[in-house]
């Protein structure tokens, strides 16, 4: 007994805690990214986002918070999940054996390692994105996303908690192990990016920020595709008509394209194209001056 408690009290205190307080993180940091993926997809405002000097309604409505389409928030919050239940391993697979507990800490540790690198390094490009001003297409400003700098932050609590509150055998190996897996991520993630950059710089007009500024106030044109005049409205966007906040109200639409015909109906969508803007219901195709004017748009209209 005494054996024990002696091994217990020569462990450092930040090994002991180290992985309940990555649990914590994690269940923080997915309570956030959920919270911000059910918003996105009920397109209700996020808390917080109409702070004056926030730029987090141009952050998460622009196309550098997708990837092929999907809301980045989905893949934190999966991010999250797999480092919780990493962190929790050791704890829930619990062996009367000592050397073969030992193994299981040692092999969720270094699988925490690696994801945690990998999540820090994206996090950290994600960061410097806001930084460099790519994310605001219209004037290229530095922008202050709160929900962003907050999971940026996590992310990097995780990876220190990781690397410096467990016991590694070789440390050398174990960096050069996290330099490969940065690599990979860098290399990849600037791959990714690189489409989202050829739909950014579309943006880049004023079609492309007349579409973000509807989305951002949560307007939306809803239409079918069998509809003429919804794809003379579309055309209206030239190349920036994928940026359009569109619902789809065909019950059947064809490629798969999702139907969202329940809404249409509790909305009362008698014609189309009809756009939801500012509460108001307008039909018909209009100029993107027209759609501007009716939604407060203040930009450039070059």
């Not at 004056?52 to 918070?65: F, H, K, N, T, W």
């Not at 092999?107 to 490009?125: E, I």
């Not at 932050?153 to 995780?158: D, F, K, S």
């Not at 189309?272 to 500012?278: A, K, L, M």
């Amino acid at each position: 007994m005494s054996g024990t408690n002696t091994r217990k009290r020569s462990e450092p205190w930040l090994h002991r805690w180290s992985h309940p307080a990555i649990i914590a993180i994690a269940i923080f940091g997915f309570s956030l990214t959920t919270y911000l993926t059910v918003t996105h997809f009920f397109g209700q405002k996020v808390a917080l986002c109409d702070v004056q000097g926030s730029g987090c309604d141009l952050v998460l409505s622009s196309e550098y918070a997708k990837i092929f389409g999907i809301p980045l928030t989905i893949f934190g919050a999966l991010g999250y999940l797999t480092l919780g239940l990493l962190a929790g391993v050791p704890m829930l697979l619990k062996r009367d054996d000592p050397k073969e507990q030992a193994k299981i800490k040692e092999v969720a540790n270094f699988l925490m390692f690696m994801v945690s690198s990998a999540t820090f390094v994206f996090s950290g490009y994600l960061m410097y994105l806001l930084a460099s001003g790519k994310v605001d297409s219209i004037n290229g400003q530095p922008q202050f996303c709160l929900y962003c700098v907050t999971s940026a932050t996590n992310m990097a609590l995780i990876w220190l908690l990781t690397v410096f509150g467990n016991s590694w055998k070789d440390v050398g190996q174990l960096f050069f192990t996290g330099a490969i897996v940065a690599i990979i991520t860098l290399t990849a993630t600037v791959g990714v990016y690189a489409s989202q950059t050829k739909i950014a710089v579309q943006s880049n007009s004023f079609a492309g920020r007349l579409a973000h500024h509807l989305t951002a106030t949560n307007a939306k044109m809803y239409g079918a595709y069998w509809c003429p005049h919804c794809q003379d409205q579309k055309a209206r966007f030239g190349e920036a008509k994928k940026l359009i906040p569109y619902v789809e109200c065909a019950a059947n639409p064809p490629n798969g394209v999702k139907s969202e015909a329940q809404l249409c109906e509790q909305k009362g969508i008698k014609g189309y194209p009809t756009w939801e803007i500012n509460g108001k219901m307008v039909s018909g195709e209009r100029s993107l001056d027209e759609l501007a004017d009716l939604s407060g748009y203040t930009g450039e209209r070059k």
